[in-house]
Structures are given as structure tokens and as C-alpha cells.
């Protein structure tokens, strides 16, 4: 049988995600200031839609007076299409849960960062939705914090850029690719994906699709190698 998850192991887990977001938060509080948001809507964005990446394409597409809606819902849409397999990805760990349970947690606080620590942890640990819950609340405290304290302090980091803030987002991905490392074809998968989205960004109109473009590549490339190759273990 195995070990049950605590709150201890939750905080523990969450901590380095909880820095690492809030200074992201702190990033995104910046450029929704400049980009002519109150606080109070910035914040609340944050607190409603809990999404770095779709909230940061808006903040990029944000023009006051004449806001393109479809282009921003539809991109971010395209964005967040792998929500669809993360949340399948997890259904496997969560059957016996009631969805009058497991459709409001998902629903807010299944993020990449979540649904990584719930794949390594289910993997030796009983699965806990409690845990996913506690893990994903203390994250989404610190990407809310942040962003409420970016509104605040925006005019005072012109760029923010030269701090290296901008590099936390990056930072916490690679985290997470070294939490999930299971094999040494992952590393095809990843250098795959980051050579097609490279070449793709620069098609015009693709932009953040390529993101999303390159994954979908990478991992049909990997998942037609010969099986004896695609699950080589790590050295």
C-alpha cells in the first residue's frame, strides 16, 4: 500500500513553484499596469483566470479602446487545448473522486505546474486530491500576490527585463522538465520542440501558436520511434 500525502509534503512540494510564481505574478502586475489595467482588474484576473500564459497573451494583445476579443479568446484557446490532456493524464490517479469534487479543482487549480507535481508524486504516494488541492491553493496565493504587488510597484520597473524577472518563467518550466524526466528520450522531445518553435515563431501569424505547434510535433516524432528506443531508461 502505498504512503499517504500530507500537507507537509504539499508545502514542501509547492514552495520553490510559490517563489518562482510569485515573482512571474509580480512580472505579469507589471506589464497589466503599463498596459493600462487598474489593479483591481489585473488582480482579478489572476484571481479568476489563473493562467500565466493566456493572461500574458491578452497583456500583448491589450489595446484600450478597441479590444480584439476573438483574437485573444481564440488564442488563448489554442493555448490551452493541452488542459484537455492534462486533465485526462490525472483522471487515471482521480476515478473514484466525485466530479462535484474533482470539477471545481480542476477547473481552477489544474495548472502545468500541478499537474507535474501530481504525476511524480502519484507515482510512490496513494493519489490525494487533498494534496493536489493544498499544492495548487499555496500556488495560486503566490501567483495572486504577485500580481496584486506588480500593480503597485509597475512605475518603478520600467523594464522589467533588466532584473532578469522575465527569466523566472523559464526557470520554473525547467524545474518542472527535471521533476518529470523519466527517460533519455525525453530530451529528443524537449530539443525537438524547441528547434520547431523556434523556426515556426518566425512564421507570420503564428506567434505564441508555435508553442503548441511544437509540441504536438515533438511528441508525435518521439511517440513513432520504435518502442524499444522510446522507453529507454535514464543513465
Known sequence: MKPRLTFKDAAQDALPIVVSGFMFGLVFGVLASKAGLSPL???LMS?????G???????????PGHLPVMAIVLTTLLVNLRHLLMSLSLRQWFAREPKRR???AFALLLIDETW???????????????????????????????????TQIGNQIPRPADYGLDFTFVAMFLSLMVLLWQ?????????????VAFFVAQLPGIGQASVVIAAIVAS???AALPVSHAMEEPT
Open 183 to 195: 527517460r533519455s528520450m525525453d530530451f529528443a522531445t524537449w530539443g525537438i520542440s524547441g528547434v
Open 116 to 150: 507535474a507535481l501530481a504525476e511524480h508524486r502519484f507515482k510512490h504516494y496513494a493519489p490525494s486530491l487533498r494534496y493536489f488541492v493544498q499544492a495548487g491553493l499555496l500556488i495560486y496565493v503566490g501567483w495572486v500576490g504577485g500580481t496584486l504587488l506588480g
Open 47 to 51: 484571481a479568476l483566470v489563473f493562467a
Open 53 to 63: 500564459a493566456s493572461q500574458f497573451i491578452a497583456i500583448e494583445q491589450w489595446q
Open 220 to 222: 508525435a516524432l518521439v
Open 102 to 104: 474533482l470539477s471545481p
Open 41 to 43: 482588474a489585473a488582480t
